[in-house]
């Protein structure tokens, strides 16, 4: 959350073309007749290569009462099948130089091995036999129970700026799987077994619910011949179920929480507004959020850190956050985080003080051309990392967008107006679909 | 939620004896081979008979995205079967005299007959014939969808008070269906189906699930062998899910709403305590919450309405309410509102006043007694009431109590003690577990 300062601030603005291209060129996309969607990204720099598999699978699919099932899978899937001893596949990508592992959120459950180049076939075989060929015991649950409780309890028991946040969600959400941690509730994980991990598997892990994305030093051609081989000798799940959540019902309560725990070390203020995601070929309104939160809280120059840090000296710290990439609606964030001696109160009193300003101030045309120029700036760099390119394709993808969607969102970042900027905070930034949160130290005042 | 005070003020406190008997012997209970309850209460008084059948599904049961649909189905059932006309079941008790209607919940669902006491077994084969023979068809779905939104309209949607309260809800529960309205909310209504509907009336309404309670001029005997004749006939439902629903997660922030509505003629503040159920067999603590909130705001004698309506002269109205009447943890909470000219703030500061003196000052035992003693006269005058005991027994037992824990109930409240009370509202009447909601105008300032 905290990071992303340190990567804008080391941006150098200079003069640069209008849209970063030639990327997209290398980009081929193709469906197995099993429905698997493929994207093949070339690139020849290094003999490497790096696959992923995405299954449209999260946290937010999970059955209710069974939270953390999709992750305690993640896990799982690094058992053994009838042909691959446990352990096996990391094994073989660590005896080949590579790397690999897995991750899971929301909206998907994604996992990926990078390797030399001419290793790509065996690692499409050893991943193409996890997708149908799992083999776990009861054992193994135990086992392996354990360590995703022990991982929850390192990230999230332990952190009370995660606890805030699970509590934050908790109280945006009223009825969307968004209100429910991805690695689940304690409780919940600790009822886990090997049936709802079956199930989750026997549902989802299909060929026609996943995304293979291939980059790297890599011709699309063989990738396709290959894919068929593994891939596409799997058969669809014809009872793969329609991709349909809980919404929410209209918000209309501004909330607010006091999370308080003797290990917070520096208390801070977070506020979310529940917010619009990217849809397939509508993407104009999150682009419009996104500028809108770079504007705000994106970096040294950004309207709150001009005003609460350097002006105003309230602050050590302001952010702005949006990521429209997720199925369903999403959050719009803030984080101020006082200088000593400045309350909570005054911090949160700040930051409204400087919304409404900045609502009728309109957009500083100046500063949102600078901030496109260092989006172009950043896509430039973006090259230089394929992998990081295959991500974004893997990751738009599982939530229903298309190529065509990832290969327009520049472009559409680029022609965002200033009207339809505002347009976007006047829709988003409303008391009703807020929640705002204090974390404090147990004992300290609230006033 | 306003009206209890009108029933407890026009109660004369008077010498009764320790507990009112007499009613538990007239309770009969028994089990049918298919799992049915049956459950029989004597009243000779006058020649009628009540029948009520309690399903032990309710909203809380509902799969996630079709909320509504056990209360859409309670309409649903009154469309006709194979025998039966749409709405001949209620044309025949009004023709008969009688009264029918039906009602939902979190936690059941329960459909009742008032008649003469002779048209038992005409009630009977009537509403055995719907628990497995109901037809509907698409035209009623669309119907009936129609009404119930409308139902929704007129309760909620032009009740600002219904729509605080959805919120409040939302907000107290982040992982239990309690935090859905019963209801259901308006834009997954508007999708309920014909599927969703034979679903859920395929999975929950059978025997096994289901709780008979017969009151009124009628003999066990004779009640046993129509039950047996009618309901016994049905085939219990073999995969009927075990009723294990998500539980909470720890709460552990303090959590504050504002709901702004033009429509509000008097503002005021509730808030919500998340708190434990009446267990089978384990009834104590909910004993103690229960006489905590009629001593904190059970009428004009108590606690919050002495300081804060006739000491300080703060507020027009107080309350504290607690029904522990449900499968999961349910909720303890307080109304405030405030005289003209107070602000919510100034309500809210006083509330949180007087409940801190309370817990230092602890239970006034004189009125504790004062309390029990009204409790004993109106278990008294409530055995005038024989419908309003079979309402007792039936959402008890739709709830996993036993006819024993009803019988008990009475004399455990008799035997609470302050201390137990103390125990019971330091446990609950925590910061961490609760919601604190302005109900306000639009355009009123929170400060």
Excluded: C
Excluded at 289 to 297: F, I
């Amino acid at each position: 959350m905290f990071s992303r300062i340190a990567l804008i601030a080391g941006l150098v603005v200079m003069a640069l073309p209008a849209v970063a291209t030639g990327i997209d060129d290398a980009v081929t996309d193709f469906t197995l007749d099993n429905g698997m969607q493929v994207v093949v990204i070339e690139d020849h720099r290094a003999p490497v290569v790096q696959q992923m598999v995405w299954y449209k699978a999260g946290s937010a699919d999970e059955p209710r009462g069974a939270s953390g099932i999709a992750h305690f899978l993640e896990h799982l899937m690094f058992k053994g099948t009838d042909t691959m001893a446990p352990g096996e596949l990391s094994a073989t990508v660590a005896a080949n130089g590579g790397q690999d592992n897995a991750f899971t959120t929301y909206d998907y459950t994604a996992y990926y091995q990078r390797v030399a180049a001419d290793r790509l076939e065996l690692m499409m075989k050893m991943e193409a036999d996890r997708m149908v060929n799992l083999r776990l015991t009861e054992k193994d649950i135990e086992t392996e129970r354990n360590v995703v409780l022990e991982e929850r309890n390192q990230r999230t028991e332990n952190n009370p700026r995660a606890l805030f946040r699970e509590q934050m969600n908790a109280v945006q959400y009223y009825n969307h799987r968004y209100g429910v941690p991805v690695i689940g509730w304690k409780h919940e994980v600790e009822a886990l077994d090997l049936d709802d991990a079956l199930s989750f598997y026997r549902t989802y892990y299909a060929p026609n619910d996943a995304i293979l994305v291939v980059s790297g030093d890599v011709d699309p051609q063989e990738v396709r011949a290959l894919a068929e081989k593994y891939y596409g000798a799997i058969p669809a799940n014809p009872d793969l179920p329609e991709r349909v959540r809980a919404q929410e019902p209209p918000q209309r309560a501004a909330r607010r929480l006091v999370f308080r725990d003797p290990r917070v070390a520096q208390p801070y203020v977070s506020r979310s507004y529940l917010a619009p995601e990217r849809d397939p070929g509508a993407q104009e309104k999150a682009a419009a959020l996104y500028l809108l939160s770079e504007l705000l809280g994106g970096g040294s120059t950004s309207y709150l850190t001009d005003r609460l840090q350097f002006r105003d000296k309230l602050a050590v710290y302001t952010g702005a956050f949006y990521s429209g990439t997720s199925l369903d609606d999403t959050t719009f964030d803030f984080v101020i985080v006082p200088r000593e001696g400045v309350s909570l109160q005054e911090a949160e009193a700040a930051l409204d003080k400087a919304l409404a300003d900045f609502m009728r101030e309109g957009v500083d045309q100046e500063m949102l051309d600078r901030i496109k120029l260092q989006l172009r700036a950043a896509r430039i760099y973006a090259l230089d990392n394929v992998d990081g390119i295959a991500s974004r394709y893997g990751r738009a993808l599982s939530i229903g967008l298309t190529v065509e969607d990832v290969k327009a969102w520049p472009e559409i970042l680029q022609s965002v107006t200033a009207e339809q900027i505002m347009a976007a905070a006047r829709e988003v930034l409303r008391p009703e679909v807020s929640v705002t949160g204090w974390l404090m130290r147990d004992g300290e005042m609230t006033q």
